[in-house]
């Protein structure tokens, strides 16, 4: 996938979700890296380890 398209899926995902807050994030780190989840975008296509 390109950089854009990343881009475009991560603002697509955002506004579809109601443009939520930055608290309404969890991060999970863990031995293998991290992980940013939102209940409302399950599918938030953020860099992954």
């Known amino acids: ?3 854009w398209e ?3 899926g991560v ?3 955002y506004d ?3 443009g939520p807050g930055p608290e309404t994030f969890t991060l999970h780190v863990y031995d293998g890296g991290q ?3 939102h209940p ?3 599918g938030l296509p ?4």
Do not use: K, N, T, W
């Open 16 to 18: 579809e979700a109601g």
């Open 40 to 42: 409302r975008m399950p």
């Open 1 to 3: 996938m390109r950089l």
């Open 35 to 37: 992980h940013l989840r």
């Open 46 to 49: 953020l860099p992954r380890p």
């Open 6 to 8: 990343r881009v475009e």
């Open 11 to 13: 603002l697509s995902a």
